[in-house]
Nanobody, 124 residues
Framework: QVPLVESGGGLVQAGGSLRLSCAASGRTFGSYSMGWFRQAPGKERQFVAGINRNTGNTYYADSVKGRFTIFRDIAKNTVYLQMNVLKPEDTAVYYC?????????????????WGQGTQVTVSS
């Protein structure tokens, strides 16, 4: 088990910024590729961003490219999602996830561990 704990969600006006954190206990992030997903009410969980275990290469959904940044601090066992220029359509519960391979994946079924989620609400 890799307990993942997200934090940093909240209510923000459109155009604002939030930084989400995902902290892991136990084994380090160096052993896992990480992803951020989100799920809005009545919608499927969707990929937001991912970072590869070994290379640190990052990937983004088209809807957030240029606005969101995923990065990690391996010494702190924490991965972050910096979200800028937020839009009302970014409103969702955001989840971080870990998988024990070298490549992050856009498919949520490919992840082994999940956090409990943190709510992000963007008002217009």
């Amino acid at each position: 088990q890799v307990p993942l704990v997200e934090s940093g969600g909240g209510l923000v006006q459109a155009g604002g910024s939030l930084r989400l954190s995902c902290a892991a206990s136990g084994r380090t992030f160096g052993s896992y590729s990480m992803g951020w997903f989100r799920q809005a009410p009545g919608k499927e969980r969707q990929f937001v961003a991912g970072i590869n275990r070994n290379t640190g290469n990052t990937y983004y959904a088209d809807s957030v490219k240029g606005r969101f940044t995923i990065f990690r601090d391996i010494a702190k066992n924490t991965v972050y999602l910096q979200m800028n220029v937020l839009k009302p359509e970014d409103t969702a519960v955001y989840y971080c996830a870990a998988r024990q391979t070298g490549i992050a994946d856009t498919n949520s079924r490919m992840y082994d561990y999940w956090g409990q989620g943190t709510q992000v609400t963007v008002s217009s």
